[in-house]
């Protein structure tokens, strides 16, 4: 990526702690260009009203730009229709949406739900309490040592008694890209539907719900360059069809009365009350600079950056670097540990020097537990990030090896 891109990004021109400013955590929450901050401004200052209720310009305006930021997400995931597409606040609620309304109406004592264990606790913990509430039963596909699943273990965790495959797209500790389109192949051929944690992999590649066969896929606008608080839950007609909404109140209603209502059709049954517009706004404007970069030269820019990133932090003495190792594919992150250094000492030390990285267990307690340790650093990429950028969190991790060492 040129510098032209890292200037759209008006936070990063500051220093931190005396230092030029390196993000490195965009896996929790990326950065946001001029334009899309620009957006949300000019929609308040211009457009500002609620949406599908007034007659007024104010809330014409403002219904067309709602309206035609869910156009713009069916469009940049390929889903069939507009109607698929409901706004929520991220992939948490998109998740607990699936897990509350259709889980709970299609299971039964018996029925297995299939994850994996380097799920997101936003992938993991509804499902155990959809579980609990219909006496289904959890089971995990196992990992390979270097973080992967294989398709053969795939194949042998579905059965015929599985209704739900939950599984992250790419994971946000081992950053590996697991086989989502040929999961929900067999996920089909058992009859059980494919929901597909999409937070880590919608800002950094190319996604198709359609040629990846799932039947939901949920994702947080905050990740990608828009605005915190919104994000969206792609899902089959069919399927959102029968479900219920498990929020209610205005604007997702038919008709109320006294003692019983009816809902609207998909997809406001589940958008109920006032919704994030200025959320939307920022959403739309989000995919259209993406769009322009080319979601392709990202998704290569990024996997460029975490195969460099594990060439160069291979070589400092102690580091333990979890997933796939040196020329295998991951993208957008490296997460690791310095021997003896705790993570969180870790992050403090090189926030010193000016670089943003995370530390702790990520949302992924189990999998943590697997790797047999209590936390881990982790530096994430995006595309105002280069190689220069890693070349300093190397530098100022000898640092901090050395510093704990009592060497400096």
Not at 137 to 165: N, Y
Request: some cysteine; proline content about 4%.
């Amino acid at each position: 990526m040129n510098a032209d891109i890292r200037r759209e990004f008006p936070i990063l021109n500051q220093t931190v702690n005396g230092h030029p400013l390196v993000y490195l955590d965009s896996a929790a929450s990326s950065q946001k260009p001029i334009r899309v901050i620009e957006a949300v401004k000019r929609y308040y200052e211009t457009d500002n009203a609620n949406v599908h209720r007034g007659v007024h310009t104010l809330g014409s305006r403002a219904t067309d730009a709602y309206e035609g930021a869910r156009e713009k997400v069916r469009a940049f995931l390929n889903a069939r229709e507009a109607e698929e597409i409901i706004f929520l606040r991220g992939t948490t609620t998109g998740l607990n949406l699936v897990a509350s309304s259709y889980a709970r109406a299609n299971l039964q004592k018996g029925d297995e739900i299939v994850l994996t264990p380097m799920e997101h606790h936003s992938n993991l913990v509804p499902w155990q309490m959809a579980a609990k509430a219909t006496g289904a039963t959890l089971k995990f596909i196992p990992l390979q040592d270097d973080g992967t699943i294989s398709l053969t273990d795939v194949e042998a965790t579905i059965t015929p008694r599985t209704k739900i495959v939950a599984m992250t797209y790419v994971s946000n500790v081992l950053g590996v890209v697991n086989p989502v389109r040929e999961t929900a192949e067999i996920a089909h051929r058992n009859g059980a539907v494919m929901v597909v944690d999409g937070a880590q992999s919608t800002p950094h590649m190319k996604v198709d719900v359609q040629a990846l066969g799932c039947d939901f896929y949920a994702f947080s606008g905050h990740k990608m360059c828009g605005p915190t608080g919104i994000g969206a839950l792609y899902g089959r007609r069919e399927l959102l069809e029968r479900m219920e909404p498990v929020e209610f109140g205005g604007e997702m209603i038919d008709f109320v009365g006294l003692y019983e209502s009816t809902f609207k059709d998909i997809p406001y049954r589940f958008e109920g009350g006032t919704p994030i517009i200025a959320g939307a706004v920022g959403l739309a404007a989000a995919i259209d600079f993406l769009t322009e970069i080319g979601m392709d030269v990202i998704d290569a820019h990024d996997r460029k950056l975490a195969a460099y990133a594990v060439d160069v932090l291979s070589g400092i003495e102690g580091i333990t670097i979890y997933g796939p190792g040196k020329g295998q594919p991951r993208t957008g992150l490296v997460t690791f540990n310095l021997a003896d250094v705790h993570a969180h000492d870790v992050a403090t030390v090189v926030d010193q020097e000016g670089i943003a990285i995370r530390a702790g267990h990520h949302c992924c307690q189990p999998l943590m537990k697997l790797l047999n340790v209590n936390a881990t650093a982790r530096a994430s990429f995006y595309l105002y990030n280069d190689e220069q950028d890693i070349d300093r969190l190397a530098a100022a991790l000898r640092h901090t090896t050395n510093f704990f060492a009592g060497l400096v």
